[in-house]
């Protein structure tokens, strides 16, 4: 067997293998999810709805995962060998799937989940209308809304695209429009046309800018500094990874599909937007349910301690500015009491003023205890 084919199926099961462990952890943590607002609406957790509030946005994430890591198991060359799956297929089959790639992939599936991501941690920012249904409904809607321009546009490039090039600009190199090769024999291995690309460049670009801004924003409320890092390791991957994803998928045309450089490439490309959806999946679906449930837990742990002990911890007074209040910002702090260390605890400007129940004399109850971390 020769080498370049050893390599791109070692290549391929290695991509299978890490997809698969991509789905298990999306599924895990839709069923994490699922618990998480059993135990709200089941027992009395409602302080903690805030959390709980972008979940439709949080599967749709992950829904967007698992989709796009079906699509680049189905783009590899590992089934189009004599003897695999599309073997079996025609030619026009084998180019189909290609085309189809490209549209679902680059057109739908990778601008989603950046657009996602966005939201998401715009979501941080946002007032109670978090908590609603309605909010995701609108912000899926939105996402679907902003994915259209760059899903028509990958539609012209591989519909259209190869009709202009026939018809009217002959020397139009074929890696600008073409999503396959006809390297070998009868089989159609799958390439990223430059122009899907650029068009993809453009788009990860301005929302790369715009998470920037975004993140400032955010890190502005944010004074703990482990969340902070999260804050930073968030911003870092997808500003690094996605970017870095497009790169390789530019410098794949200078190779021909079938040799072991555009597979090693393709394969990196993959494993940047991986790491990249792994984390967004960490930090904005797993941790802040965990964190929740936690925080949960300390409270009432110390409400079994409140009747034995004078010196307790107690739910913080709102001391935050009027306006962070209405922005309905999180912020985290760290206090202390008789000059020593007390607990950290996160403080939940949830409600607008208009919407507070309690008489005009009484503080607002809008914070629970966190446990605190090291570092």
């Given at each position: 067997?020769?080498?370049?084919?050893?390599?791109?199926?070692?290549?391929?099961?290695?991509?299978?293998?890490?997809?698969?462990?991509?789905?298990?952890?999306?599924?895990?943590?839709?069923?994490?999810?699922?618990?998480?607002?059993?135990?709200?609406?089941?027992?009395?957790?409602?302080?903690?709805?805030?959390?709980?509030g972008p979940w439709i946005i949080r599967i749709g994430y992950i829904f967007f995962a698992v989709w796009w890591g079906i699509g680049e198991i189905i783009r590899l060359n590992l089934w189009r060998h004599n003897g695999r799956v599309l073997d079996a297929v025609t030619f026009q089959w084998q180019e189909n799937v290609c085309k189809c790639y490209i549209i679902s992939n680059l057109g739908f599936a990778e601008p989603c989940l950046f657009l996602t991501l966005i939201f998401l941690l715009r979501a941080s920012l946002q007032s109670s209308g978090t908590l609603s249904q309605k909010w995701n409904v609108k912000t899926a809607?939105?996402?679907?809304?902003?994915?259209?321009?760059?899903?028509?546009?990958?539609?012209?490039?591989?519909?259209?695209?190869?009709t202009f090039k026939r018809d009217h600009d002959p020397k139009l190199p074929s890696y600008f429009i073409e999503s396959f090769s006809n390297t070998n024999n009868d089989i159609a291995f799958c390439t990223y046309p430059l122009l899907s690309t650029i068009f993809l460049g453009l788009f990860a670009t301005v929302l790369t800018v715009y998470l920037f801004w975004l993140g400032r924003q955010i890190l502005h409320l944010v004074i703990n500094k482990g969340l902070q890092k999260r804050v930073y390791t968030l911003i870092f991957s997808i500003s690094s990874f996605f970017p870095l994803r497009v790169i390789l998928l530019g410098l794949s045309v200078l190779t021909d599909?079938?040799?072991?450089?555009?597979?090693?490439?393709?394969?990196?490309?993959?494993?940047?937007?991986?790491?990249?959806?792994?984390?967004?999946?960490?930090?904005?679906?797993?941790?802040?349910?965990?964190?929740?449930?936690?925080?949960?837990?300390?409270?009432?742990?110390m409400e079994a301690r409140r009747g034995t002990s004078d010196d307790t911890?107690?739910?913080?007074?709102?001391?935050?500015?009027?306006?962070?209040?209405?922005?309905?910002?999180?912020?985290?702090?760290?206090?202390?009491?008789?000059?020593?260390?007390?607990?950290?605890?996160?403080?939940?400007?949830?409600?607008?003023?208009?919407?507070?129940?309690?008489?005009?004399?009484s503080p607002r109850l809008v914070g629970w205890p966190m446990i605190p971390r090291g570092g």
């Amino acid at each position: 067997m020769p080498v370049t084919r050893v390599v791109a199926d070692a290549l391929g099961v290695l991509t299978i293998c890490l997809v698969s462990v991509l789905v298990l952890l999306g599924l895990f943590c839709i069923v994490y999810s699922f618990y998480f607002r059993s135990r709200i609406h089941g027992q009395g957790f409602a302080q903690l709805s805030y959390f709980s509030g972008p979940w439709i946005i949080r599967i749709g994430y992950i829904f967007f995962a698992v989709w796009w890591g079906i699509g680049e198991i189905i783009r590899l060359n590992l089934w189009r060998h004599n003897g695999r799956v599309l073997d079996a297929v025609t030619f026009q089959w084998q180019e189909n799937v290609c085309k189809c790639y490209i549209i679902s992939n680059l057109g739908f599936a990778e601008p989603c989940l950046f657009l996602t991501l966005i939201f998401l941690l715009r979501a941080s920012l946002q007032s109670s209308g978090t908590l609603s249904q309605k909010w995701n409904v609108k912000t899926a809607g939105f996402i679907l809304l902003y994915c259209f321009p760059i899903f028509i546009l990958q539609l012209v490039v591989i519909l259209i695209g190869p009709t202009f090039k026939r018809d009217h600009d002959p020397k139009l190199p074929s890696y600008f429009i073409e999503s396959f090769s006809n390297t070998n024999n009868d089989i159609a291995f799958c390439t990223y046309p430059l122009l899907s690309t650029i068009f993809l460049g453009l788009f990860a670009t301005v929302l790369t800018v715009y998470l920037f801004w975004l993140g400032r924003q955010i890190l502005h409320l944010v004074i703990n500094k482990g969340l902070q890092k999260r804050v930073y390791t968030l911003i870092f991957s997808i500003s690094s990874f996605f970017p870095l994803r497009v790169i390789l998928l530019g410098l794949s045309v200078l190779t021909d599909p079938g040799r072991v450089v555009f597979d090693v490439i393709a394969f990196l490309a993959f494993l940047s937007l991986l790491c990249c959806v792994g984390v967004g999946i960490c930090m904005l679906v797993y941790l802040p349910i965990a964190d929740s449930l936690s925080l949960r837990s300390l409270q009432r742990d110390m409400e079994a301690r409140r009747g034995t002990s004078d010196d307790t911890i107690s739910l913080i007074t709102n001391q935050s500015p009027v306006e962070e209040s209405q922005r309905g910002s999180i912020s985290f702090r760290a206090m202390e009491k008789d000059g020593s260390s007390g607990a950290g605890f996160v403080e939940l400007s949830l409600f607008d003023p208009s919407q507070d129940s309690t008489s005009p004399g009484s503080p607002r109850l809008v914070g629970w205890p966190m446990i605190p971390r090291g570092g």
